[in-house]
């Protein structure tokens, strides 16, 4: 009864305050520098009244006044918001103090800021423990947190909604590894691997294209086409510049030529949300998404909107920025430890890495997880999410290392949090868990050889090659989100001169550009002009083979001692591409017919026995290229929906699971994806 609702309400009020009143005598009592009483003494009462007015107007200033200011710092880089929430607190715990009726209470402004964050973490903790036990009130609470009220002119349906959880980076093999181990309980509960109660969820293996890594994927999973998306970065001819699938700029222009191919807005274009992915898959509520991060920031530019949503409870502030700064801790003493203990293979992780780590499992994790909870509260039909914690950390400590196991089991808990909170939604939903592509360990090619990728291409165009080995800049969604949230832009170098060729790497598959002709050059033109280039690189022992335009036979594929096999032949004769498993061949044959594809595509060595790879890159878990579990992520769908294959076939390529959650959203009685989308929307 509404009534009942109403007394619960103001029950659980009065129970916090009461809460918080005896968390500032506490505080006061504790620290020097705060004070409930006039300096001559006063008596327990009038404390105690100090304490409860103090902790009145401090609730009802964090209440009415502290999202008026969140929404004023709009403009401040998302990053040093979450810092300045500190201090935004101690002022409003100032101003409580100054308009206390009581006319007593004194506290420095540094202890300002401490008894504020105590206070709010008290206060929130104190009403969740209050509310989860109503089911109504809880679902109100998770509301409340996720900031997205749906407004009252978009009904909500009966018909289940579809939420798609990525876990970037996570191979099928891993996520087997660690439900097997005990790592992933809610998954392992999903899968009854326990054989006790029936399974809700089946784990279904997929295969990437030639380009294993979230640019690509993510662009076939959201907008249905990884066409002309030949790597992580690429050097284009005819514009001049290159392309950074993480770069703002080149994920914008990427999602506008999708959408121009497939002539559809999106995956998630009726009622969708798009969460901390790189593009927006055509959803009209998007927050933490790279692909509109290059509009002017202002009120309408929303790609940075869920973190400023999230932080308007400074309870989350002081949470997170906690962990955070845990999170930093933590890296350093598994790196130091990684260290003295002679951990091989090892990169270096110094500098910002930590930062940037941090940011990835725990401030991206939690604005992504909690936008999440509230689009299903909100009874959104489609929302996508990428949580790229995992992919980090095993950039860096290796895709099987303890580190990265570890950030598996925080994930297993975000998608049980996500799964509460459909619990309370106002539709059923269905919970889908997928990933973009896995990673493959591996020493790096630098560490292993003494030289780069563009050492050895100096080398065989008769180019001057430095004496030390210089280090091949790396990129991952992490780093990109964080620029994001900075505000700035990805400024990588520009090419090189015309004149030298532009070498790129995206894990362990590097691209290899001559800018000055104008044209993706022949074997027989590179032969000519840099006779000694394609045999060394093709008879390096860390190379598998390359890839390279004939003139008489369309593409080759060169490998060691004199090896080239036409495209149109690769079925009957794999010849180095036979160690890198089914469907090598097609997908070297589907990238040749890029527009893009640069003169010389080079794929590492790979070991099948071991899985292991050379990533161009400094990572020693990477992913980009063919070779081991980087192209082999996994699909987790409810046993409600179909069956990811049709007749039996394998699930190849971004675009086919693109065209199976579309199906599903079918099967779910939701709207299909418009074929003449919006055109504004389209433009966009």
């Known amino acids: 009864m509404g009534w009942r609702r109403v007394a619960g309400q103001i029950g659980r009020s009065v129970t916090v305050w009461a809460v918080s009143t005896l968390t500032m005598l506490v505080l006061a009592g504790l620290l020097p520098d705060f004070r409930l009483q006039a300096p001559d003494g006063d008596s327990a009462t009038r404390i105690a009244v100090t304490a409860a007015c103090g902790a009145g107007a401090f609730g009802l200033l964090s209440a009415l006044v502290w999202p008026v200011l969140v929404r004023m710092l709009l403009l401040v880089p998302a990053l040093f918001l979450g810092l300045l929430v500190f201090f935004l607190n101690g002022s409003l715990l100032l101003l409580a103090l100054r308009v206390n009726p009581s006319g007593r209470g004194e506290v420095a402004p540094e202890t300002a800021v401490i008894v504020a964050a ?11 423990a209050l509310a989860v036990r109503d089911d109504d009130a809880y679902r109100r609470r998770l509301l409340r947190l996720a900031y997205r009220r749906r407004r009252a002119t978009l009904p909500c349906a009966s018909t289940p909604g579809l939420v798609c959880v990525q876990l970037d980076g996570v191979g099928h093999d891993v996520l087997t590894g660690a439900v097997r181990d005990g790592l992933m309980p809610t998954v392992a509960r999903w899968l009854a691997t326990d054989g006790i109660i029936p399974p809700t969820h089946r784990l279904t293996a997929w295969r990437t294209d030639w380009s294993s890594q979230t640019g690509a994927s993510q ?46 807005a999106g995956l998630l274009a009726v009622d969708g949300a798009s969460r901390g992915n790189l ?76 930062f940037v780590r941090a940011f990835a499992t725990v401030v991206e994790r939690d604005v992504v997880v909690t936008a999440v909870m509230g689009d299903l509260l909100a009874g959104r039909t489609a929302v996508y999410a990428d949580l790229v914690a995992y992919d980090e950390v095993a950039h860096h400590s290796g895709p099987d290392s303890r580190d990265a196991r570890q950030v598996l089991k925080r994930l297993d808990r975000s998608l049980a949090l996500i799964e509460k909170a459909a619990e309370h939604a106002p539709r059923p939903y269905r919970l889908v868990v997928l990933s973009d592509h896995g990673q493959s360990p591996g020493e790096t090619f630098r560490s292993r050889y003494g030289l780069t ?31 994001a949230a900075l505000g700035r832009d990805d400024s990588e170098p520009g090419p090189a001169p015309r004149s030298e060729p532009v070498v790129l790497a995206s894990g362990n598959l590097g691209l290899i550009s001559f800018p000055d002709v104008p044209h993706r050059m022949t074997k027989e033109e590179i032969d000519a002009r840099h006779p000694a280039l394609l045999p060394t690189l093709a008879n390096h022992p860390g190379i598998g083979f390359l ?55 080079v794929n590492s060595w790979h070991d099948p026995a071991t899985g292991q790879i050379h990533a161009f890159e400094e990572q020693i878990g990477s992913h ?17 929906l179909s069956m990811p294959e049709e007749h039996g076939e394998a699930l190849t390529g971004a675009e086919r699971v693109h065209g199976v959650l579309r199906r ?19 433009a966009a």
């Open 118 to 128: 105590v206070m709010s973490a008290v206060a929130s903790a104190t009403g969740g």
């Open 279 to 354: 593009f927006s898959g055509g959803a009209g509520e998007q927050a933490l998404v790279l692909s509109i991060a290059t509009r002017r920031r202002g009120r309408e530019n929303r790609s940075r909107a869920g973190y400023f949503a999230y932080f308007s409870d400074p309870a989350n502030a002081v949470r997170t920025a906690l962990s955070f700064f845990a999170e930093i801790g933590r890296e350093i003493g598994q790196s130091t430890r990684a260290r003295f203990a002679g951990q091989h293979p090892r990169v270096g992780r110094g500098g910002l890495y930590p």
């Open 453 to 483: 990728l563009t050492d050895l291409v100096r080398a065989g165009s008769g180019l001057p090659v430095p004496r030390g080995a210089g280090r091949t800049p790396s990129g991952a969604e992490a780093r990109a989100a964080v620029r």
């Open 547 to 601: 890839l390279v335009r004939s003139a008489e036979h369309d593409g080759v594929v060169l490998g060691p001692c004199g090896t080239e096999i036409p495209l149109a032949e690769l079925d009957d004769r794999p010849g180095p591409l036979a160690r890198f498993g089914p469907g090598a061949a097609d997908a070297v044959r589907r990238t040749h017919a890029f527009p893009h594809t640069a003169d010389i595509m």
């Open 219 to 264: 662009l076939g999973i959201l907008h249905g086409s990884t066409f002309d998306v030949p790597a992580f970065r690429w050097y284009e001819k005819d514009r001049g510049e290159v392309m950074v699938c993480n770069r703002p700029t080149s994920a914008a222009e990427l999602q506008r030529r999708a959408m121009a191919r497939t002539g559809e």
């Open 664 to 682: 599903w959203l079918g099967e779910l009685n939701g709207p299909e994806v418009p074929l003449d989308a919006d055109p504004e929307r389209r």
């Open 624 to 640: 980009g290229g063919l070779g081991g579990a980087q192209s082999r992520p996994f699909l987790l769908s409810p046993l409600t």
